[in-house]
């Protein structure tokens, strides 16, 4: 038999410990719904997760043409079998009752069906008519992270080159701006440096702002098997929360929030200091050592504990933990990423790295985390704030190669200035320069800062809103047309994960209604507008998802993402593949910069690099001669104090974050009752100190406020930092009597009320971590507690106080491991092989 | 005129000049309180002027100039608020993305001078070896310059929209 646990109140279910530099064994995890013998499972059809950045592979059960359940893929690289709560559970949201299966237009006020001829129509003669009236600088784009390669694709040629505008962005500019940005500033390009084997080989593991735990829980999986085995790495962990992570770490730092570049230079200058600084790496490969040594010398550990709030001796430890580590990894996520100075503290992660000349080696190397599925994707294809391809809209050159590839004229390629990121896009929606705005998978009324603000922009009568999703969302709910899409299941692409892992995802079982695909949709969009190349031929030439690969495959040949070793064939009933993947390197590339670096030379380089605290670009002529040899940059930065800072009427700084048991705004994962439960509902975090200090105990009713709003929620009493309070983002209002924000009787529940319109000025990051905040009693817990984990960070402070987060017999999910199942881990794993399998045919 | 008094004079310019790019900015801050990344860049840009007020005094001090008030006067409360509440009643029209560029031009052009005003003191502070004055020349002088390039660059990003959508 199978092991069954309870994948709610045991997240990361049983442990198959393994030592350093061994291969992490099988565990496959199965969740089949009630009633459902995995003999009776029609199909396994292949996929992976598309509820972070992980791209946990698994197979999605069909029966009678519906999904009933999930298995992990064995042989998939990324996680050897396992999955995550998410992944478990959130797959029936796709049955919700309440999917959106008719397009919807705004008639006298109210959302009506229709039929989609008549959506496309409205939408078709807007466009037409404010290309004809205010040109293609009125039209705005904002996708998500949650689309196919193949979608986001053709939406960056019909933005780009169709419509000809600047203005397209994702929302992986809430979540993983900095990690591009700050690989572009080091390393003169975007590309994930690392790959997750590396957790294998690592001695040393360092989390930056990253609750792995929780944001990619099977790669925590992966650490504490590792934990459990022989030779296991130590952990550093830098977050102010007390997360999984640190509860593990050998050295736990929680700096007071807005820090992260104090905390560094100390960091930096120890390893100067103590000389733990490989010369000859370099010598070899970088350029800006002096400069980083300058600023760093008086960056003293004392000097850092008093603006950090940690012991000065803490800060040495992890200093040293590092310094003397012989395989280093480090992962880097939102805290440092939604944080004040948040590409100054990246870049400075990679500095660590450059000056112990730990890279391209097993164990030895960077991951700068992305936070959704296929962020990774909208980066690539240009559909966020850079050109596809990772070409440089500085370079002429690059330009050019692009319109070759478009068959369009370079001028037709907006490039005088960087793609408009999302805080401008809603900025010039704001000023009634954009008048057309269309939002793909993603909502915006409960994801962006300061929520009163944007729904002032959504709601804006002369601002003509398209919404795409699965369901009514806020943002949806604000639309004046609404498109029903297919999902994750009901279509067929491919994306690609935080390790540059690409991955097939097939169709399981038909879309809803009358949803449709999102490459569909953005093609009879394409179609209708009867987009042209320079020869007047159709500037779109695809058709389906294999097509629309096979034309990307072209545009990132000889990139550093270049796909063109790949194919559906290739991937079908295989493990994912790790881009840069061509005829040199036909099994894809599990480490970048093995060799140097690749992409850094001026000619080649994606970005020639930004001013760390202004955000002003440089110009190829300023970095020709700081770099003329393509080498790594190592970039110093001095840390300044963030914008706002506490006061007398708030005296708290407030951070929003996530939950395990929870994406993004929960359209999915609330639509799925197992993990709904487990967090049903928002809750705010506070200190013991600062709870004793204001008389405040569990599950007492409070209000948060700031200067822009405020939200109420029960009280949890954690082992946080003291000053610091937490909010996690992911609830609105869509399941509130209100709708889409609060009213006279829906309170505000939504972090982001309060949340503040900064951001990073070099990634464009928003801040999500450096807000200050005050805290009220607003009525007194009668035996109520907060509806927050005691599985995560956000276990209460004393153990055994709150009742404890399960699942009960509905989360029982399936493990088979090699050990447990000896001989017959293969019978196990195969135990639906009687349906066939997807690609076999 | 001797060799010391061309150098008080370059000193105090640029003392005059830094002070007024200090309360340019911020004035520019308040005004643009909507413009959320002008806001707070500005604000952080007229710290660094600020600091370079106060390093000028303490150089014309050793030159015996007295340059004033060396904190670089703060704007008054009242008239930041009304700046800030102005920016916010004009949020949602498209006029006041004119008045940016006109006000990021000012900017760039009062920083050019200041530029200049350190390139002269530089030059000056070699001839006379003059060690102090060249190290605060080279310690400031590039922060003007990234000043400078920053009014480029968002002037760069924001023309383009702001002028053909009037």
């Not at chain 1, 695809?542 to 990307?552: L, R």
């Not at chain 1, 974050?657 to 197992?674: C, I, M, S, V």
Request: charged content about 25%; hydrophobic content about 40%; some cysteine.
């Amino acid at each position: 038999m199978d092991a069954s646990v309870d994948r709610i109140a045991w997240p990361w279910g049983s442990r198959t410990p393994y030592g350093r530099h061994e291969p992490w064994p099988v565990r496959v995890d199965t969740y089949l719904e009630a009633g459902v013998e995995p003999a009776r499972v029609q199909r396994w059809v292949q996929t992976a997760s598309i509820l972070h950045s992980d791209g946990d592979a698994m197979d999605i059960a069909v029966l009678d043409g519906r999904m009933v359940g999930v298995r992990g893929r064995a042989g998939d690289r990324v996680n050897r079998g396992r999955l995550g709560p998410k992944d478990l559970f959130a797959w029936q949201a796709n049955a919700s009752p309440d999917r959106l299966t008719t397009p919807l237009i705004r008639q006298d006020g109210r959302l009506v069906a229709c039929d989609w001829d008549t959506a496309l129509e409205r939408i078709t003669s807007r466009t037409r008519e404010l290309l004809a009236d205010r040109g293609p600088g009125s039209i705005g784009f904002y996708t998500t992270g949650q689309l196919f390669l193949e979608e986001y694709y053709t939406l960056a040629v019909l933005a780009r080159a169709g419509i000809g505008t600047h203005h397209l962005d994702g929302n992986t500019r809430l979540c993983t701006a900095t990690a591009a940005e700050a690989l572009k500033e080091t390393f003169g390009c975007d590309g994930q440096p690392g790959s997750y084997d590396d957790i294998d080989h690592a001695d040393v593991i360092a989390l930056f702002g990253h609750n792995i735990a929780e944001t990619q829980p099977v790669q925590w999986m992966r650490i504490l098997d590792r934990l459990e085995g022989t030779d296991p790495p130590r952990l550093v962990c830098v977050d102010p929360r007390p997360t999984k992570v640190a509860r593990r770490a050998a050295v736990h730092l929680a700096p007071r929030v807005g820090t992260n570049v104090a905390l560094l230079d100390a960091l930096l200058h120890e390893i100067i200091r103590t000389d733990r600084v490989d010369h000859d790496y370099l010598a070899a490969h970088t350029v800006g050592f002096d400069e980083l040594a300058s600023r760093v010398k008086e960056c003293t550990p004392e000097w850092a504990a008093r603006i950090c709030d940690v012991p000065a001796a803490r800060i040495g430890e992890a200093a040293e933990i590092i310094g003397t580590a012989d395989r280093l990894l480090s992962t880097v996520l939102q805290g440092v990423y939604q944080s004040h100075q948040a590409t100054a503290a990246a870049v400075q992660i990679n500095n660590l790295h450059l000056l112990r000349g730990m890279l391209g080696r097993p164990g030895a190397g960077v991951l700068q985390m992305n936070g959704q599925p296929t962020a990774q994707n909208t980066r690539e294809c240009g559909a966020d704030g850079d050109l596809p391809g990772f070409r440089n809209w500085q370079n002429d050159s690059h330009v050019a190669d692009l319109a070759r590839v478009w068959n369009v004229e370079p001028r037709t390629i907006p490039h005088y200035a960087p793609p408009t990121h999302a805080m401008q896009l809603f900025r010039y929606a704001e000023q009634g320069s954009i008048r057309m705005l269309w939002i793909s998978g993603t909502n915006p009324a409960v994801s962006l800062p300061e929520l009163a603000r944007i729904r002032s922009i959504l709601e804006q009568d002369r601002l003509f809103v398209v919404v795409q999703d699965l369901f009514l969302t806020e943002t949806a709910q604000l639309a004046d047309v609404v498109l029903p899409a297919a999902t994750w299941g009901e279509k067929t692409g491919t994306f690609t994960n935080a390790d540059r892992t690409v991955h097939l995802s097939d169709k399981a079982v038909e879309p809803p209604g009358e949803a449709r695909p999102d490459l569909d949709i953005f093609l009879a969009y394409a179609a209708r507008m009867d987009f042209r190349d320079k020869d007047g031929a159709p500037l779109i030439t695809w058709h389906d998802p294999e097509s629309a690969f096979e034309a990307w495959k072209r545009c990132s040949a000889g990139r550093p993402c270049d796909y063109t070793g790949i194919t559906y064939d290739k991937l079908r009933g295989a493990s994912g593949i790790q881009w840069p993947c061509h005829e040199g390197a036909p099994d894809g590339t599990a480490r970048l910069y093995t060799d140097g670096i690749s992409w850094a030379h001026p000619d080649v380089c994606e970005s020639y690099g930004k001013d760390l605290v202004t955000g002003a670009a440089d110009d190829v002529s300023e970095y020709r001669s700081l770099n003329p040899d393509g080498k790594a940059v190592i970039k110093a930065a001095g840390y300044l104090p963030p914008h706002e800072i506490p006061t007398e009427e708030y005296p708290f700084q407030l951070a929003t974050g996530r939950t395990l048991y929870h994406f993004h705004t929960r359209t999915k994962t609330a639509r799925a009752p197992q993990l709904d439960a487990a967090a049903p509902d928002v809750w705010v975090e506070a200190s013991v100190s600062d709870a004793a200090l204001l008389g405040l105990g569990e599950g007492d009713l409070v209000e948060v406020s700031t200067p822009r709003g405020a939200l109420r929620g029960r009280l949890r009493v954690t082992g946080i930092r003291p000053g610091l309070l937490f909010v996690p983002f992911h609830y609105g209002y869509w399941d509130t009597k209100a709708g889409h924000g609060p009213d006279g009787d829906t309170p505000p529940r939504a972090a982001n009320e309060t949340t503040v319109t900064d951001w990073d000025p070099v990634s464009k990051q928003p801040l999500f971590k450096t807000a200050a905040a005050g805290l009220r009693l607003l009525e007194r817990a009668d035996g109520e507690h907060a509806p927050a984990p005691t599985t995560t960070a956000s276990a209460p402070a004393r153990a055994g106080t709150v009742p404890a987060t399960t699942g009960g017999t509905a989360a029982l999910a399936t493990e088979a491991t090699e050990a447990t199942e000896a001989g017959e881990a293969g019978e196990v794993v195969e135990a639906g092989g009687d349906g066939r399998e997807e690609g076999a045919v | 005129m001797s060799r010391t008094d061309g150098i008080s004079l370059t000193l105090s310019d640029l003392h005059h000049g830094e002070q007024h790019l200090a309360r340019q900015l911020t004035a520019v801050a308040e005004r643009h309180r909507t413009d959320h990344e002008i806001h707070h860049v500005a604000t952080d840009l007229a710290g660094w002027s600020r600091e370079h007020v106060r390093s000028l005094a303490e150089a014309g001090h050793a030159h015996g100039l007295d340059l004033g008030d060396p904190a670089g006067t703060p704007t008054p409360g009242l008239l930041a608020t009304l700046r800030e509440k102005a920016a916010e009643a004009v949020g949602h029209r498209p006029e006041p993305g004119l008045l940016l560029l006109r006000d990021l031009r000012e900017l760039h052009l009062a920083a050019a001078g200041n530029s200049l005003c350190w390139e002269m003191l530089a030059q000056a502070a070699q001839a006379t070896r003059d060690d102090d004055l060249l190290a605060l020349a080279s310690r400031c002088h590039p922060r003007t310059l990234r000043q400078m390039r920053w009014t480029n660059t968002m002037i760069k990003i924001l023309s383009p929209q702001v002028l053909t959508s009037l």
